[in-house]
């Protein structure tokens, strides 16, 4: 489905509700699944990759039942059944990377497959830990599809080398099933869901900044209710920072502090970005947030902050053509692993709007400020987030963009172009 964006001559007004967070909803379904009892999750993701999640239980033999389209109950014994059909993971890497943990200690066999965007991507960074742990992983040299064979695991000290939420949720969902102690370290720390998920379903699990331990544990159900996703919402920020004579509100805003990456950018920038009103639901910040056009600076992005906003960048690309100076973003190189090659495809798209942007090994370096032109056709690389970056450029071009295959908008945020018409129309 081939899209026509405008520039928006009105500003965006108003106030939306952001949906579920991804992360939180794909764990949710995982967890609840190795919990004994039943759960009611509560505003699950609409999203294509957590329905790979929740199909891939399903056929793992746990049952659950729709209340209404966001809400559902899962019950469970703690256990799951071999499955009789090899296990499609869609386009989602975390169904792919943290289900492997899951399944390396159980005592049946399974295969993993992806679509072909996920069947490209690394899986070296999984089964090298597994492998370590006792476990027994056959690979298409390192890619999917993955056949596991169900192992006893031992439990482990692993330092990685990347700071990777999967690869720290793979390793300690294996541990949740292996004999002794698992030990995770990270070079800086990544997204915790696993570990207050774990943690409020009674897992005996201790977390301190980069290093976590867990030991085998029993999980029990507790009702999770999902928050909205930041990674979805920065579309906004972003959006609601650069068209003119903006001034709306995202409510229900996930704020875990090792989410918020996007919000220490906006204050680095100079944006306008304000937190209404903040709580903790299921054990995760949530709070509001008011966006205001701003006058925005060039800043750089490094370090433990690439982490906190890995998912961001190609819409903070976007951002920086809209900010006075040179911005540089750096020691991103795992950015090249995501749904497409995000250095590469973003600076090849931005370029077609008129874009000053480079592309270096680990990152990129964007001279802003620089108007958009637009009139051009721009492909989305069966990316989801490519396909939203580039819709919110041509919010701002001086000519009418088009976006090829935008439907792929469909693996996280199928209510995108909805929410944006509410703030056109306000
Ligand atoms: C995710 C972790 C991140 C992120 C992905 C979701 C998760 O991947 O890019 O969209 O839910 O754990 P990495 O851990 O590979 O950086």
Redesign the pocket.
Known sequence: MDKIVSKITSGLKGEIVIPSD??IS?RAIMFSSLAKGKTKISNFSRGADCHSTLKVFSQLGIEHEFLSEQELILISNGKLKAPTKDLNCGNS??TMRLVSGILAGQNFDSVLFGDESLSKRPMKRVIEPLSLMGAKIDSNEFKAPLKIYGQNLRGIEYNSKLA????K?CVLLAGLHADGETIFTEPYV??D?TERMLKYLGADIQYDGAKTTIKRSELTAHDISICGDISSATFFIVAGLIVPNSDFVIKNVGLNPTRTGILDVVKMMGGDVEILDKKLVSNEEVGDLRVKTSDLRACEISGSLI?RL??ELPVIAVLATQAEGTTVIKDAQ?LRN?ESDRITAVVKELRKFGADIDETPDGFIINGKTPLKGNCELDTYHDHRLAMSMYVAGLISENPVKINEFQWVDISFPEFETLVNKLIEH
């Open positions: 991804k992360s794909h890497g975390t990777s939420a999967q690869v949720s990544s997204r869901h982490p890995i998912d795992d995501k």
